[in-house]
T-cell receptor, first 114, second 114 residues
Framework: AQSVTQLDSHVSVSEGTPVLLRCNYS??????LFWYVQHPNKGLQLLLK??????LVKGINGFEAEFKKSETSFHLTKPSAHMSDAAEYFC????????????FGTGTKLQVIP | NAGVTQTPKFQVLKTGQSMTLQCAQD?????MSWYRQDPGMGLRLIHY???????DQGEVPNGYNVSRSTTEDFPLRLLSAAPSQTSVYFC?????????????FGPGTRLTVL
C-alpha cells in the first residue's frame, strides 16, 4: 500500500520570501515522486520528478525538491516566491512498475501576498 | 501539437441523464486515464487504458464506462448522472508503462449534476 500526505492545505507567503510545501509519503517499494502545479481553472503541469537518480531535483520556474528516504519526505522549495506562483500544488507517488497505481496528495494552495 | 484536449469545458446535467466526456491526445501515448477532482481530495483515478482495446478500473469506477477504440481517443460515459458525480474531470496521457513517466493533463471538464 502507498499513501502521500501533504501537511498543509494552505500556505501563504509574501512575494520575494521562500516557499516550502511539505510532502510525506509511504510506499512498500522504491517510488517515483512528482510535484504538479495547477493554476486556477487549468489542468495539471509537471514541476519536477524524482526517479532514483539525484536526491535533489530541480524543476521549472526555480522550484526544487529533495528526496529524503530516512524521513520519507519530498518537500518542495523555492528561494523567492513570485506572484505567478500562486496555484495549487500536488505531490504524487508512483510505485515502481505500475503507473496506474499513482496516488495524489490532497493538494496545497499557495497564496502569494504582494 | 494540441496535447490533450477535452470537451466540453462545462456541462450541467439533470439527475438520470447520460452523457459522454470526450478526450483526445495527439502524442501517440499508450496510456490514458480519467480522474475526478473534488475539493480537499486530490485527484482520484476512475478508469485507465494501457492501449487501444484495453481498459481497466481505477479507484472510483462506479457509474462510469470507458472504451478505447483508437490510440487517440478515450471517452468517459456517465450512464445515469447523480449529484455525487458533480466534479471536475481530467483526462491524462503518458507515453508508456514506466512509473517514471510524467502524465500530460487536459484542461478539464467541470460537470454539475442537479
Amino acid at each position: 500500500a502507498q499513501s502521500v500526505t501533504q501537511l498543509d492545505s494552505h500556505v501563504s507567503v509574501s512575494e520575494g520570501t521562500p516557499v516550502l510545501l511539505r510532502c510525506n509519503y509511504s510506499s512498500s517499494y522504491s517510488p517515483s515522486l512528482f510535484w504538479y502545479v495547477q493554476h486556477p481553472n487549468k489542468g495539471l503541469q509537471l514541476l519536477l520528478k524524482y526517479t532514483s537518480a539525484a536526491t535533489l531535483v530541480k524543476g521549472i520556474n526555480g522550484f526544487e525538491a529533495e528526496f529524503k528516504k530516512s524521513e520519507t519526505s519530498f518537500h518542495l522549495t523555492k528561494p523567492s516566491a513570485h506572484m505567478s506562483d500562486a496555484a495549487e500544488y500536488f505531490c504524487v507517488v508512483s510505485p515502481s512498475g505500475g503507473y496506474q497505481k499513482v496516488t495524489f496528495g490532497t493538494g496545497t494552495k499557495l497564496q502569494v501576498i504582494p | 501539437n494540441a496535447g490533450v484536449t477535452q470537451t466540453p469545458k462545462f456541462q450541467v446535467l439533470k439527475t438520470g441523464q447520460s452523457m459522454t466526456l470526450q478526450c483526445a491526445q495527439d502524442m501517440n501515448h499508450e496510456y490514458m486515464s480519467w480522474y475526478r477532482q473534488d475539493p480537499g481530495m486530490g485527484l482520484r483515478l476512475i478508469h485507465y487504458s494501457v492501449g487501444a482495446g484495453i481498459t481497466d478500473q481505477g479507484e472510483v469506477p462506479n457509474g462510469y464506462n470507458v472504451s478505447r477504440s483508437t490510440t487517440e481517443d478515450f471517452p468517459l460515459r456517465l450512464l445515469s448522472a447523480a449529484p455525487s458525480q458533480t466534479s471536475v474531470y481530467f483526462c491524462a496521457s503518458t507515453p508508456g508503462v514506466s512509473s517514471y513517466n510524467e502524465q500530460f493533463f487536459g484542461p478539464g471538464t467541470r460537470l454539475t449534476v442537479l
